[in-house]
């Protein structure tokens, strides 16, 4: 079973950039597809963006495209998920997941063991 903890949330102004990380432990992080998840109050859990094993594969939600960068460092046991161009609609709890399977998947379910989250604040 691996363990997995979120870092690099904060308070920041709209335009500004974070970087996020997500350190496992208990298993090789090379071992699970990784993905990033959000979660704004009031609002159901929200696919962010999704990186495969190797890092070689990427998939992001449509509205993260282009402004939110997956990535991996497996020899780190780390996955980030570095934000630019952030926008109050963008805050929310931020959280990475670990999926077992072999397909890269969108869907919340699919993943198997999830960080604590961090908090993700952007004011206008």
């Known amino acids: 079973q691996v363990q997995l903890v979120e870092s690099g949330g904060g308070l920041v102004q709209a335009g500004a950039s974070l970087r996020l990380s997500c350190a496992a432990s208990g298993r090789p992080l090379s071992s699970y597809i990784m993905g990033w998840f959000r979660q704004a109050p009031g609002k159901e859990r929200e696919f962010v963006a999704a990186i495969g094993r190797s890092g070689s594969l990427t998939t992001y939600a449509d509205s993260m495209k282009g402004r939110f960068t997956i990535s991996r460092d497996n020899a780190k046991n780390t996955v980030y998920l570095q934000m630019n161009s952030l926008k109050p609609e963008d805050t929310a709890v931020y959280s990475c997941?670990?999926?077992?399977?072999?397909?890269?998947?969108?869907?919340?379910?699919?993943?198997?063991?999830w960080g604590q989250g961090t908090q993700v604040t952007v004011s206008s």
């Open positions: 997941a670990a999926e077992r399977g072999a397909v890269l998947t969108t869907t919340a379910r699919s993943y198997d063991y």
